[in-house]
């Protein structure tokens, strides 16, 4: 059987304390038809839809609105996409009910009978996603809704989940006895030191525990029988899930970095945050893949599983991993590789399912602090219309049978390479090599060269940082020559002239920072190479109260900025599919000689410290800029982008911002116009930059915070390594 591009965009409508969270919402797939036909234009097939019960009907069962179904349930069918309709995605239900109702079952049912008589035609059902994963959540470890922490409430919110999708789906085949049964849960493995081996036990008995009892397999013989019991399970219910069970129609395994855990009674090694007990140990909970010597079981692990313990078809349907979209590409790609290779092996593997199509917000919190934290998925909805992605790139030569053809794909994920490891490890590690294309990036010596080599390194990219000695930018032949030795995928210029006020009066800033970005493009474009190079904020005239956006018009006040205009003009004229990013003032932890370390330095001292009140900024966190513009790079865009992180300041406030932060004396700060400083180049009065084709960058604020805690985490490492 051909393995099928299924997709789904991330739809959690959750409950922390009386506040609803809604995914759709936040994404905006809620309020986006078009995006049907973007899913469509990729070869989806099958696409998890969400007709979640608190959207439909959130006030009374019987008060429903189907309108927003009505409209996507008809374009799916003109799209030719198959709708799996999930009803409830870890989710308590509308303020009327919640996990541990007695009623709760028979109003989900009564709710999914609503559904199956407004739309007959649909066969295939998920009613509740991850039940065993949600009750774990809400019911033992308080995260969501209703915040409980006990066996007992663990027990009764799986069961009434369980009783809800027995009772629903025989709502639904009473209208259409073909639908399907398409169930979905969290199959991680725990694995533990020797000590808890009893506990790791436990737990990978307790993650099949939602399909044994919907196969009908929690009979008096179940290894967590007498649990279920002691807990609060009544003999007559388990044993009536045996006599009428609802056995799935394929088995659907979400399956996540985190899912896999370990187990450590060796609490010194780990926070006191991950630690805790069953009552009889003492132990640390953690990711495996940051402890154990060993890979992680992986997809291949999972899928075989599922098929070993029921016979039944078996689906990947979810694939997502918050970070880096080379790390996402692999993610993905080895989730289809992981698939057909089990196939290949007689298991019956039907789909692998692109999950947060759109986009997840907030998950790095599991949906319970409102930071606005976004990860993108197949489509980065972080502008006025969605941006495809690599990710869907790839999406769609899986889905056309294809070869994929992204460089990075050649190299392990991070969870396969020593990067993962924070903890002692447990066991031997098995070290893979990174392989793939290298990236080659110029400017050595400077800040964001540095910085570079440092995400490509963490981020598993091979690359190669040239200094001017072994690369001169604005020599043709050495130029040529580097690109024919290196045969890189793609070129990140950093290199160039960076002193404002002398370039005023030095020729060579030309030649540096025009002249030579052009060669460079030149030499690309014939070359089929990406090329990513650097522009400023210093090509605007300040004459805007508002930020500047992309295509607002260049017009700089000094040579710099007339230096860095040329270069954009001309490198985009020889190579239309270069990338030009526009930045400004960045700072970061790994350079000492930017404007906030050296104020910080100075006003540790005691010293003041002097900075114009009359030129406002937009601030720029180099890690911040620097992951952003390698996933930009990765996507193929091009064309001139604004990344800066989102606040428009005067430098004076800058160091304000940045001194609070670091509880100094904001007294210190001193605000003076530029013209008493000595500058000597013409600066912008407002240049702070914002954007109308992505807002990619977090707050200053954000970005501040973070430079604090990283540098204040350097200088205890160095205190640390002084004392010992």
Known sequence: MTLELWAGAECTVNRVGDRFRDQLEHSGFSSRLEDLDRLASLGVRRLRFPLLWERTAPQSPDQQDWRWADTRIGRLHELGIVPIVGLLHHGSGPPYTNLLDAKFPGLFARYALSVAERFPDVEAYTPVNEPLTTARFSGLYGIWYPHCRDDMSFVQALLNQVKATVLAMRAIRSVNPRAQLVQTDDLGHTDSCALLQYQADFDNARRWLAFDLLAGHVDRRHRLWRYLRKFGASEGELLTLVDEPCVPDIVGINYYVTSERFLDNR??????????????????????????????????????????????????????????????LRWLHQAWMAAQAVSAEGVDVRAVTAWAAFGTVDWNTLVTRESGCYEAGLWDVRAATPRPTAVATLALQLAQGREPDHPVLGGPGWWQRDVRLVYPPHGQVQARPIAGRVLLISGATGTLGQAFARMCTLRGLPHRLLSRGELDIADARGVESALERWEPWAFVNTAGYVRVDDAEHAPEQWRENALGPALLAQACAQRGIGLLTFSSDLVFDGNKSLPYLESDAPRPLNAYGRGKHEAERRVLELDPAALVIRTSAFFGPWDRFNFVTLALEAISRGERWRAPHDQFISPTYVPDLVQSSLDLLVDGESGVWHLANRGAVSWAQFAQLAVEAAQLDVALVEGLPGAALGQVARRPRYSALGSERGVLMPSLHDGIGRYVGATREHRDAVALTAVN
Not at 299 to 319: N, Q
Request: proline share 5%; hydrophobic share 35%; aromatic share 8%.
């Open 267 to 328: 609490l010194s090694l780990y926070p006191p945050l991950l630690c805790g007990g069953n009552g009889r140990h003492r132990y640390a909970d953690v990711e495996a893949v940051r402890v154990c010597g060993r890979e992680i079981g992986g997809f291949a692990a999972r899928l075989r599983e599922a098929w070993e313990r029921y016979r039944l078809p078996v689906a990947i349907t979810e694939a997502h991993l918050g970070s880096t979209r080379d790390e996402q």
